[in-house]
């Protein structure tokens, strides 16, 4: 079975702009979470949603934003980028929101210019 | 405040040689636990779990981790170590809220041959 897809792979854009990662999750799954990996760092929280709702947000700003389908595949929106968006994005998908495992898929690796 | 604490940014062993990868928690309640580990520009794999149980948990590729309440440790071992290991390694805690796993920063492990 494929694992949990993202898309783009990487990713340059310059200040100001607005970008969009996409997430395909584990077949059967209905929640996705997202993070933000900044080199030398662990994960941290963005969202995760789940049933096309959001179910739980981190320490974030509003730039970020973040919707999922009826096919439980989603989006994470970044809106005037900052040099500091500069990371890696993961998607996570789980078969159920909460106390689930959390499956990572490769990431996507945006670099702000 | 929640939190985890890999304290060994980097590690060397030697091939053969065991491993012990240290990781300490601040967590209100009992946290479900997890090992993952990252190859360069790679995503994040499931080493193994805790949520309950045995405090002794087995994972892939011949690693395992024991869970100590007392200490708020999670430690992850492995007898022999093999030059595919030498990867990034983190330690994650959640329990459910909104599906956020709070990462600790990872641990380099570099193998000597």
């Known amino acids: 079975d494929a694992g949990v897809t993202q898309s783009p792979t990487h990713l340059i854009k310059t200040r100001g702009q607005q970008v969009t990662l996409r997430c395909s999750p584990i077949s059967g799954h209905k929640s996705v979470s997202w993070y933000q990996q900044v080199l030398g760092q662990g994960p941290q929280f963005i969202f995760q949603y789940y049933e096309k709702e959001e179910r739980g947000r981190g320490n974030f700003p509003d730039r970020f934003s973040a919707r999922q389908f009826p096919n439980y595949s989603s989006e994470l929106n970044v809106n005037a980028l900052l040099l500091g968006d500069s990371a890696l994005y993961l998607c996570?998908?789980?078969?159920?929101?909460?106390?689930?495992?959390?499956?990572f898929g490769p990431g996507t690796r945006l670099l702000v210019l | 405040a929640q939190s985890v604490t890999q304290p060994d940014i980097h590690i060397t062993v030697s091939e053969g040689a065991s491993l012990e990868l240290r990781c300490n928690y601040s967590?209100?309640?009992?946290?479900?636990l997890f090992w993952y580990v990252q190859s360069p520009g790679q995503g994040l794999q499931l080493l193994l779990k805790y949520f309950s149980g045995d405090t002794l948990v087995q994972g892939i590729k011949g690693f395992e981790a024991e869970f100590k309440r007392s200490q708020s440790s999670f430690n992850l071992r492995k007898p022999s170590v093999h030059w595919s290991d030498a990867a990034e390694y983190f330690c994650a805690v959640g329990r459910g809220q909104g599906g956020k796993l709070i990462f600790g920063q990872g641990t380099e492990l570099s193998v000597k041959p």
């Open positions: 996570a998908s789980s078969l159920l929101a909460g106390e689930e495992t959390q499956y």
């Open positions: 967590y209100g309640a009992t946290p479900y």
